[in-house]
Each structure stands twice: as structure tokens, then as C-alpha cells.
């Protein structure tokens, strides 16, 4: 039999049960003589070996662990034996979880004996803690951290584990937000100041209210936006729907694309957040109405990631980008059930902007082999249907049809290429504007006004204009 003690972490803390199976004759194992409770046992004569010398025999927590439940086991092999572990034994404890796992697959029996633990001792100091997340310092760096929650950290080992929590904790709190330390208030910022560490010091964060943060994740957008849409919160936003908000969405989808084209990291991560902003207003909006909620969003996405990652995730193969791409294609097609390829045509949305609608929408014709065998063959195509503009140019039945189809042969030239078509209209715009500017700033220059110029004036100016590109 393997009995658990909790030794709890003042001298006090020891359970009339922990005190009768530590004295009742068995062989006693204490993770740590680093405790009052080891005082204890000297002064009542009680015999027992501590495990702290694994410590400075392994590389990290999980090896020591290990080696502990290990140690534990062998010794479990000659009779009973108590195990006794600081605060209160249970599974919070990583030896202790250690242990019961490594006896269980020995066909070894367990009993723990609870005692006060660390955990129960910092929440009494702080006066009671109600759902708060508890963590042992040396899993804080990994962990995810919800401000809204108290935060209850324990087992500050030495000065380099308080650094690391520091750290983390300051990417989610002000540098001067109270906490405890023991019990005691001090800025977060002194986190890694104090006198001592050791495995009996705990840290309590209070939870912070949204108007005191200085970073925020995405369910604080979430609160956010419930805000405003609240009643008593903001006139237009309580009036948003899906439906009036798609001209928005749409403008700030090219602001993010304008900000990458602009190579500016700060515009980026703002424009990236207006966009977010939508994500989560309609994400409101579906839960107003029972549609849906931000957790279904995320778990959309995730669960379509990970199922059109079976490459990543499951035992399927992709060596290149063409094995992901045609990957994702035939996964898409069997979740929407697609059964043609005129399906999968149609599925392409009609909102698109009509230059990358038509290139989706060729991308489908090729994945069955219904394309040019080369971008030369696409480009006669384009000269074909310019003739056949020209033909209808008197025609205006024709016409906008005809130009339909040499637009539609341009984006075949552009998709076969690999130039996204809507991006080359958009730089060539610029390039417009560009020369444009400086025909109108020639003309000022030269005190004459565009509307007073030839078309040939105007024409030589533009001519500068691009003879001045090609030298930069």
C-alpha cells in the first residue's frame, strides 16, 4: 500500500490522520525535507528519507517526477510506505500524479490522506478566491491566462522561476497592478524583487477589470461588442444587422490588403482589428438571434483546419503546395457535397469582385483538364475576342458582352501566370494615378491648365512620366 500524505505548509497544518499514518511504522518518504512538517518528525522520532537529491540529479520537473514515482514503487515493493508531499496531496501536485499513475499500472494501491494546501492557504490570505484559475509557477509560461479570472500561482521554487512568471504575466497586466505575495501587496513589476523563494510561496493576481487593461485578446473584444449592443450602449451598433454591415466588411477587408501593399506592420495589426471587429459584431449578432456564437466561429474554423489538414493532422500525404491545394479541393467538395464540377463552379460566390470570381471560377475548369496548355494559347484567345470587340464597337446589344469575354480571356493569361488578376488591376491603377499626377503637375509647372491641353500635349507628358519610372 502506498499512502499519500499531505503535510500541509506550516508547522500546524498536519491532520490527526497524516500524523497517525506518519508515525504508524512505515517505511516514510517525503518529496521534500524542505517543510515544517519534517521538524515534526524529528522531534517525535519518527524515521524518514526525503527525495530531495533527485532534484539535483535530473534535468527538469518531469524527469524529477518521474523519478520520484519510481522511487516510491521500489520502495512499495518491501511493505507500505507513506508518502508525504507538500500543501495538500492531491492531484495538483505533479508527484503526486506521478505516482498514482506509475502504482496503477503496477497493480500497487493508493490512499491519500488530504492536508491543508498551498492553493487553500493563498485564498484564505487573499480573503476567498471564486473561480480562480490555480497553476503551479513553473507551468505559468505555458499556460493561457484569462485576466478576467483571479489567478492563483504557488510553488515559487527560486528567483529565475518568479522572472519567467513575471514575464508572462506582464504581456496580459499593467506593470504596477497589485498583487500577493504571500500574502503580502506588491506591484507585478517586483515580482522577481523579493527577499525569498521557495516551494512554500504563493502569488495571487486579482482579476482586472476591462477599463484597467492594456492588452486584450479576443474575448475582451467579444465583451466589448455585447456592450455596445446592450441596451443603454451605442445607437448605431444596436442598430447593425448582417445585412448592413456588408459594404463595411468589404471596405475593410481592401484597408487590410492597402496596408500590406504599404508594407506597414502597425497599419497592418490595425486594419487587421477592424476586420476582427466584424468578426465579432456578427458573432453578437448570431447569438442575439440564436444563430450562432463566437465559440461556433472559432470551432468552424478549427475543425475545417484540421480536417483539411489531413496531411498535418491525420496520415495523409503532401509533399508540395499542389498536394495541399488539390487536398483542401476534394475535402471542400465532399463537405459541401459537390457532386459535379458545374457545382463546384457555382459554389464560387457571386459577391466576389467579378476579376477573381472568373479566375476561381477557371481554377475549377482546369482541375478537370478544361484549360489552355500554355499562357501563349490564352493570350491569342485575348486577341481574338479584342477583334471581336471591334467588331460590335457600333453594337451596343454586342458590346458589353464582347468585353465581358476579353476580360475573361485577360484574367486566363493572368490565373495561368500566377498574377493575381485583381491585384494587377489595382497596381496598374496606382501606376495610373501615379503618371497622371505627374502630367498635371508638369502642366501646373508650367502655368497651363489639363483642360486647355491637347491629347498629343498631354500624351508627351505622360511619355516623361514613364521615362522617369524606368530610371528609378
Known amino acids: 500500500m502506498i499512502t499519500i500524505v499531505g503535510l500541509g505548509v506550516a508547522r500546524g497544518d498536519l491532520t490527526l490522520g497524516a500524523l497517525e499514518a506518519l508515525t504508524g511504522g512505515g517505511q516514510v518518504l517525503l518529496r521534500t525535507a524542505r517543510t515544517p512538517a519534517a521538524d515534526v518528525l524529528r522531534e517525535r522520532g519518527v524515521a524518514f528519507s526525503s527525495l530531495d537529491a533527485l532534484y539535483e540529479e535530473t534535468e527538469d520537473y518531469d524527469e524529477v517526477n518521474e523519478a520520484i514515482a519510481r522511487a516510491v514503487l521500489q520502495a512499495a515493493q518491501a511493505g507500505d510506505v507513506v508518502f508525504g508531499v507538500l500543501g495538500g496531496g492531491g492531484i495538483l501536485d505533479a508527484s503526486v500524479r506521478a505516482v498514482c499513475g506509475a502504482a496503477r499500472r503496477a497493480g500497487v494501491p493508493v490512499r491519500t490522506l488530504a492536508g491543508v494546501g498551498l492553493y487553500e492557504r493563498a485564498a484564505a490570505q487573499a480573503g476567498g478566491l471564486?473561480?480562480?484559475?490555480?497553476?503551479?509557477?513553473?507551468?505559468?509560461?505555458?499556460?493561457?491566462?484569462?485576466?478576467?479570472?483571479?489567478?492563483?500561482?504557488?510553488?515559487?521554487?527560486?528567483?529565475?522561476?518568479?522572472?519567467?512568471?513575471k514575464l508572462k504575466l506582464l504581456d496580459h497586466y499593467p506593470a504596477d497592478w497589485q498583487v500577493l505575495w504571500n500574502g503580502e501587496p506588491i506591484a507585478l513589476a517586483e515580482l522577481d524583487r523579493q527577499a525569498q523563494y521557495d516551494h512554500l510561496c504563493a502569488l495571487v493576481v486579482p482579476p482586472l477589470p476591462l477599463l484597467d487593461a492594456e492588452r486584450y485578446d479576443f474575448a475582451h473584444l467579444m465583451e466589448i461588442v455585447r456592450r455596445l449592443r446592450a441596451p443603454g450602449g451605442c445607437p448605431w451598433d444596436c442598430e447593425q444587422t448582417h445585412a448592413s454591415m456588408k459594404a463595411d466588411l468589404i471596405e475593410e477587408a481592401y484597408e487590410v490588403l492597402d496596408a500590406i501593399d504599404g508594407d506597414d506592420p502597425d497599419r497592418l495589426a490595425d486594419e487587421l482589428g477592424d476586420l476582427l471587429l466584424h468578426v465579432a459584431m456578427h458573432a453578437c449578432i448570431g447569438e442575439e438571434h440564436g444563430e450562432f456564437s463566437a465559440q461556433d466561429v472559432l470551432t468552424c474554423i478549427c475543425s475545417k483546419m484540421i480536417r483539411r489538414h489531413p496531411h498535418v493532422f491525420a496520415q495523409a500525404q503532401a509533399?508540395?503546395?499542389?498536394?495541399?491545394?488539390?487536398?483542401?479541393?476534394?475535402?471542400?467538395?465532399?463537405?459541401?457535397?459537390?457532386?459535379?464540377?458545374?457545382?463546384?463552379?457555382?459554389?464560387?460566390?457571386?459577391?466576389?469582385?467579378?476579376?477573381?470570381?472568373?479566375?476561381?471560377?477557371?481554377?475549377?475548369?482546369?482541375?478537370?483538364?478544361?484549360?489552355?496548355?500554355?499562357?501563349?494559347?490564352?493570350?491569342?484567345?485575348?486577341?481574338?475576342?479584342?477583334?471581336?470587340?471591334?467588331?460590335?464597337?457600333?453594337?451596343?446589344?454586342?458590346?458589353?458582352?464582347?468585353?465581358?469575354?476579353?476580360?475573361?480571356?485577360?484574367?486566363?493569361?493572368?490565373?495561368?501566370?500566377?498574377?493575381?488578376?485583381?491585384?494587377?488591376?489595382?497596381?496598374?491603377?496606382?501606376?495610373?494615378?501615379?503618371?497622371?499626377?505627374?502630367?498635371?503637375?508638369?502642366?501646373?509647372?508650367?502655368?497651363?491648365?489639363?483642360?486647355?491641353?491637347?491629347?498629343?500635349?498631354?500624351?508627351?507628358?505622360?511619355?516623361e512620366a514613364k521615362a522617369s519610372e524606368r530610371k528609378k
Do not use: Y
Request: with cysteine.
Open 130 to 165: 471564486d473561480n480562480a484559475c490555480i497553476l503551479a509557477a513553473i507551468d505559468l509560461p505555458e499556460a493561457v491566462v484569462d485576466v478576467r479570472r483571479p489567478l492563483l500561482v504557488c510553488e515559487f521554487a527560486d528567483r529565475c522561476t518568479a522572472s519567467d512568471a
Open 319 to 463: 509533399e508540395t503546395s499542389e498536394d495541399v491545394l488539390r487536398n483542401w479541393e476534394a475535402i471542400k467538395k465532399d463537405e459541401k457535397s459537390l457532386r459535379t464540377q458545374t457545382e463546384v463552379m457555382r459554389d464560387v460566390p457571386r459577391t466576389f469582385p467579378a476579376l477573381m470570381r472568373a479566375a476561381k471560377v477557371q481554377k475549377k475548369a482546369r482541375d478537370v483538364g478544361f484549360d489552355w496548355d500554355d499562357a501563349r494559347e490564352a493570350l491569342k484567345k485575348v486577341r481574338e475576342e479584342a477583334d471581336e470587340v471591334e467588331e460590335v464597337l457600333q453594337d451596343p446589344e454586342k458590346l458589353a458582352g464582347e468585353l465581358g469575354d476579353l476580360l475573361f480571356a485577360a484574367v486566363n493569361v493572368c490565373r495561368m501566370k500566377k498574377v493575381p488578376p485583381e491585384l494587377a488591376l489595382n497596381a496598374t491603377t496606382e501606376k495610373f494615378i501615379r503618371r497622371f499626377s505627374h502630367i498635371e503637375e508638369a502642366a501646373q509647372a508650367q502655368g497651363r491648365n489639363l483642360r486647355d491641353m491637347t491629347l498629343r500635349e498631354m500624351d508627351a507628358l505622360w511619355e
